[in-house]
C-alpha cells in the first residue's frame, strides 16, 4: 500500500491493516486489492501442492520436514535480501525511502509477541506436508476443503464470530460435496486421512492466529513472515538433525538430480510466495475468506493431479461431490462480493 511522501522506490504491497471498527475485516465487501490478494493466492497454491508432490511421491522423497525446512530458510534469505535492498519493509508505516538509522530486524519483544503464530505455523507447514504424502492429490484437496468448519469454530470461540445464513448454508454444501466425493475413495488409507484432518485443525488454528496478531502486532506481511522463520527454523533443524533427516537427505539418492533440485527450488520459491499471500489475504479479507479461497482453488488443483498424478478413478459421486464443493466455494465467494 502506499505511503505517504513520494519515492521512486516501489514497495512490494503488504497487509497494512485498518485502525478502527473490527467489523471492517468480518463482514465488509471485499476490495480491489483483496481481491487480487486473493487471487495471487490461489494460483501460487495450485504450484505449490504440485511441486510438493512431485518431491515426495514422483522422487520419492522420505522427508518431508526438510522441504519445509529448506522452504523457511529461502523466505528469510530472500526477506533478509529485499529488505538490505530497501525493496520491502517489516512495519507498518515505515518510510519507504529507509534511512540507516532505519531497524533492520524485528525487535525481541516482537518476536516473543509473534511466537504463537510461529509455532501454529510449524504445525501448519509440518502437518500439511506430510499429509500432501500419503493421499492422492484429488482427495487432498476434497479433504482439505473441511478446513472452513475447523476456521468457523475457531474464530467463534477466539472472537464470538457468527455468520449469515448465507455463509452457513455455503460452508454446508462444501462438507457435503466433501463426504460424497470420499465416499468410494479407493485408496483410502486411515492414517493419511487423519493427518489431512490434523492440518485442517492446524491450518485453522494458524489462520485465526493470523488475522488477530496481523491486527496488532504493528507488522505487516513481510515482518509476520520474518518472525515465522527466525523462530521455526532452529526448531526444524534441530528436529530433522534428530530425527535423522538430514543425514537421510544426504543419502538421497536423486539428491544431485537437475530435476529434483529445480522442483525443490521451485518448492521453495513457491512456498515463499505463498506465505507472503496467505498473509496478505489474510489481514486484508479475513481467515474464512482465505480458507475460502482454498476451496476455490481445488478446481485446478484437482484437474492438475488427476493429469500429472492420477491415482483417482472415474466415478460419479467424486464428480457429484467435486462440483457441490465448488458451488458452496462460489456461493461464499458471491455473498463476500456483495458484503453480505
Known amino acids: 500500500m502506499e505511503s505517504s511522501g513520494s519515492s521512486k522506490n516501489l514497495l512490494l504491497p503488504v497487509s497494512e491493516p485498518l485502525k478502527g471498527d473490527d467489523s471492517l475485516f468480518r463482514g465488509s465487501a471485499m476490495t480491489?486489492?483483496?481481491?487480487?490478494?486473493?487471487?495471487?493466492?490461489?494460483?501460487?497454491?495450485?504450484l505449490l501442492v504440485m511441486f510438493n508432490k512431485a518431491a515426495l511421491s514422483s522422487y520419492s522423497f522420505p522427508c518431508a520436514n526438510v522441504i519445509t525446512l529448506f522452504q523457511l530458510i529461502c523466505s528469510c534469505s530472500l526477506l533478509y535480501a529485499l529488505k538490505r535492498w530497501r525493496i520491502i519493509s517489516f512495519t507498518v508505516g515505515e518510510?519507504?525511502?529507509l534511512t540507516d538509522s532505519s531497524p533492520t530486524l524485528v525487535?525481541?519483544?516482537?518476536?516473543?509477541?509473534?511466537?504463537?503464530?510461529?509455532?501454529?505455523?510449524?504445525?501448519?507447514?509440518?502437518?500439511?506436508?506430510?499429509?500432501?504424502?500419503?493421499?492422492?492429490?484429488?482427495m487432498y484437496t476434497t479433504l482439505r476443503r473441511t478446513t472452513v468448519v475447523f476456521t468457523m469454530l475457531v474464530e467463534y470461540f477466539l472472537t464470538r464470530q457468527k455468520y449469515s445464513s448465507s455463509v452457513v448454508g455455503s460452508v454446508g454444501l462444501i462438507i457435503l460435496g466433501a463426504f460424497?466425493?470420499?465416499?468410494r475413495d479407493l485408496s483410502f488409507d486411515f492414517f493419511a486421512y487423519?493427518?489431512?484432518?490434523?492440518?485442517?485443525?492446524?491450518?485453522?488454528?494458524?489462520?485465526?492466529?493470523?488475522a488477530r496478531l496481523g491486527k496488532s502486532s504493528g507488522l505487516n506481511s513481510f515482518g509476520l513472515?520474518?518472525?515465522?522463520?527466525?523462530?521455526?527454523?532452529?526448531?526444524?533443524?534441530?528436529?530433522?538433525?534428530?530425527?535423522?533427516?538430514?543425514e537421510m537427505t544426504m543419502t538421497f539418492p536423486y539428491l544431485y538430480s537437475p530435476g529434483f533440485q529445480a522442483v525443490m527450488l521451485l518448492s521453495c520459491i513457491m512456498a515463499f510466495l505463498l506465505n507472503y499471500c496467505i498473509f496478505?489475504?489474510?489481514t486484508l479479507n479475513s481467515a474464512l475468506t482465505q480458507t475460502m479461497c482454498g476451496n476455490l482453488k481445488d478446481f485446478?488443483?484437482?484437474?492438475?493431479?488427476?493429469?500429472?498424478?492420477?491415482?483417482?478413478?472415474?466415478?460419479?459421486?467424486?464428480?457429484?461431490?467435486?462440483?457441490?464443493?465448488?458451488?458452496?466455494?462460489?456461493?461464499?465467494a458471491y455473498c463476500k462480493l456483495k458484503g453480505k
Do not use: H
Not at 32 to 46: D, P, T
Not at 226 to 235: A, D, H, K, L, S
Not at 316 to 332: A, D, H, M
Open 32 to 46: 480491489k486489492n483483496g481481491a487480487y490478494a486473493a487471487i495471487s493466492y490461489m494460483a501460487s497454491a495450485v
Open 95 to 97: 518510510p519507504r525511502v
Open 107 to 138: 525487535p525481541l519483544k516482537t518476536l516473543i509477541r509473534t511466537s504463537p503464530l510461529a509455532i501454529t505455523y510449524l504445525l501448519y507447514m509440518l502437518a500439511s506436508m506430510e499429509s500432501v504424502r500419503g493421499v492422492n492429490v484429488p
Open 180 to 183: 460424497i466425493a470420499g465416499a
Open 194 to 210: 487423519a493427518i489431512v484432518f490434523i492440518a485442517n485443525i492446524a491450518t485453522a488454528v494458524y489462520l485465526a492466529t493470523i
Open 225 to 246: 513472515m520474518w518472525c515465522n522463520g527466525i523462530i521455526c527454523v532452529p526448531v526444524l533443524l534441530f528436529w530433522t538433525f534428530v530425527r535423522g533427516d538430514l
Open 280 to 282: 496478505l489475504n489474510t
Open 300 to 332: 485446478f488443483t484437482i484437474g492438475f493431479g488427476w493429469l500429472v498424478f492420477g491415482g483417482l478413478p472415474f466415478d460419479i459421486l467424486n464428480v457429484i461431490g467435486q462440483l457441490l464443493g465448488f458451488l458452496g466455494s462460489g456461493f461464499y
